[in-house]
């Protein structure tokens, strides 16, 4: 195992509440990312980081925010949850020095917003 | 937007027969990885082939490159009903930034 970690694994959520999950890695890795995976549309990233406090958008980074204050933690926070962030969420950890090698995914946060 | 798509979306075939499953993306690539996912579960990375790769081995995976064409498949032999699982490809379209994902091949494999 790579180590990673998601907490909640679960998580029922009504519109407009805040909603935070949490990547957390044992490998001291250097890129971690956020994706959403729903049908008919595979993996999609929302943000990533490349360092503590170092971020970068994805291709679906609206009504998402993250933070990075420790090189082992990668928090994901919806705002204000909405019925279209019902999704599930994978955290990714890059092995390599840049943010294209290898990754190594959590289990997945299952979200669903009411 | 996707940069790699698979091919078939779905296939079912019988254990002890080859899988094949394909990929194609639109843009010049480093490197292409593929990706299993088991039902319920996060993804597994399998393979990486580099750019200047044309085929790539490990156990019963075979995967090919043709940057001329933009596609990759993957072939998995004599295949095991375990081997039922969503396989995906990821491709890095400049080198510098994250794997995009296409959106699997979903494959059956019956006993």
């Known amino acids: 195992d790579a180590g990673i970690t998601q907490s909640p694994r679960h998580k029922v959520t009504e519109t407009g509440t805040p909603v935070t999950l949490r990547c957390h890695q044992t490998e001291n890795h250097r890129y971690m990312y956020w994706y959403r995976q729903d049908p008919g549309h595979g993996l999609r990233l929302i943000h990533y980081s490349y360092g503590v406090k170092d971020t970068d958008k994805g291709e679906v980074s609206d009504g998402y925010s993250v933070s990075r204050s420790k090189t082992e933690d990668f928090l994901l926070t919806l705002e204000s949850a909405t019925s279209s962030q019902t999704s599930v969420y994978f955290c990714a950890i890059s092995s390599g020095t840049g943010p294209t090698g290898e990754l190594f995914f959590g289990e997945g946060s299952r979200l669903t917003v009411l | 937007s996707q940069q790699g798509e698979e091919d078939p979306q779905a296939l079912s075939i019988q254990e002890g027969e080859n899988a094949t499953m394909n990929c194609s993306y639109k843009t010049s690539i480093n490197n292409l990885q593929w990706y299993r996912q088991n039902s319920g579960r996060g993804l597994v990375h399998l393979i990486l082939?580099?750019?200047?790769?044309r085929e790539k081995h490990s156990g019963r995976l075979r995967v090919t490159l043709d940057t001329s064409k933009k596609s990759s498949s993957l072939l998995i032999t004599a295949s095991r009903a375990a081997d039922t699982a969503s396989y995906f490809c990821a491709t890095d379209s400049s080198g510098n930034t994250p794997l995009v994902f296409g959106k699997g091949t979903r494959l059956s494999v019956i006993a």
């Open positions: 082939i580099r750019s200047n790769e």
